[in-house]
């Protein structure tokens, strides 16, 4: 990390080594650039190589802008959600080679946002990557019923005392609206027993953790994403998707192994309809880790993992 730049990207080497240009000329999107840490490794790397740079963020995007002005002959901007990238692909861009997703919220968020990603500093509950469209964390603090709360903070955080938490948060709402990190914070830490109170990590950082997967639609939009980029994806392109936490690489992993099947069709298909062919081959069996040394450099990256398909079969979509 950098006074620059808030982010450190992950497992550079292992993106380089299996999702670098196979031929001359070849383009690839960077799905979820942040501050453009792959990118600028990527286009440092390869002078022929060219990169559509897509971010929902407006602010990270332009901080990307000028990390990568030098390669600005070379790079394209989307400022935007990826599935609306991917769902109406630009005719005047030749279809990727390499497809990089890194699922991971950048630190750009947690230190600079100001959009209340963290309860390390009091700000006002959005969490919202795209500021401009959809409910904020606050929002949802403020809407959902406390069945409906405990269910997000269970099913996008695993957090055992949802239940515990929920109804704190809806006792605590009849009094007074919860707005700011500080306050959701308080809340989730007099809900919960002292043990947990005093564990190695936060009380409430999965509550945090699963409003921000809400608010983003991190779950709900993953698979749709992927299957939208897979067809996009030029017949011999790669696919590389980075994850962080175990609900991301359970998507990840079986929607990977489902298109690496001779036959996708639904069981219930009375016929084959995908011509009976694997759309992808798995370069990365089980997943990739970080090395040890990275690890202890960078701390946040010992929960990513990198896996990595190539495409075999364009499928009917692209035919």
């Known amino acids: 990390m950098t006074a620059e730049?808030?982010?450190?990207?992950?497992?550079?080497?292992?993106?380089?080594?299996?999702?670098?240009?196979?031929?001359?000329?070849?383009?690839?999107?960077?799905?979820?650039?942040?501050?453009?840490?792959?990118?600028?490794?990527?286009?440092?790397?390869?002078?022929?190589?060219?990169?559509?740079?897509?971010?929902?963020?407006?602010?990270?995007?332009?901080?990307?802008?000028?990390?990568?002005?030098?390669?600005?002959?070379r790079v394209h901007f989307y400022c935007g959600w990826s599935h609306d990238f991917f769902a109406d692909y630009p005719s005047a861009f030749k279809r990727p080679d390499t497809i990089l997703f890194d699922l991971g919220v950048s630190f750009y968020h947690y230190k600079k946002s100001g959009k209340g990603f963290t309860f390390e500093k009091d700000e006002y509950l959005d969490m919202r990557i795209d500021s401009s469209s959809g409910l904020s964390a606050a929002d949802l603090l403020a809407r959902l019923s406390e069945r409906e709360l405990a269910d997000l903070l269970y099913n996008n955080a695993d957090e055992k005392y949802s239940r515990r938490i929920a109804a704190s948060i809806v006792n605590e709402r009849q009094r007074s609206a919860i707005t700011t990190t500080s306050a959701l914070a308080e809340v989730v830490k007099n809900s919960v027993p002292a043990s947990y109170r005093h564990g190695q990590i936060h009380p409430a950082t999965k509550t945090f953790q699963a409003l921000r997967i809400a608010v983003n639609g991190e779950l709900s939009r993953l698979q749709p994403l992927l299957e939208a980029a897979l067809r996009v994806l030029e017949p011999g392109g790669r696919l590389g998707i980075i994850s962080f936490h175990s609900l991301e690489d359970r998507i990840v992993k079986n929607f990977l192994r489902s298109m690496n099947k001779n036959c996708i069709c639904p069981q219930q298909a009375p016929i084959c309809k995908c011509s009976g062919h694997r759309s992808v081959n798995l370069l990365t069996k089980k997943g990739i880790t970080p090395a040890q040394d990275e690890i202890e450099r960078n701390p946040p990256s010992r929960s990513a993992r990198l896996r990595v398909v190539e495409k075999v079969f364009d499928g009917d979509d692209n035919d």
């Open 5 to 73: 730049y808030a982010h450190t990207p992950v497992m550079l080497n292992e993106t380089i080594d299996l999702l670098g240009p196979r031929g001359k000329n070849e383009w690839m999107v960077d799905a979820n650039t942040g501050e453009g840490g792959h990118s600028y490794t990527f286009l440092s790397n390869y002078s022929d190589l060219k990169i559509i740079a897509i971010d929902a963020d407006s602010e990270i995007i332009e901080i990307a802008k000028k990390r990568l002005k030098k390669y600005e002959d």
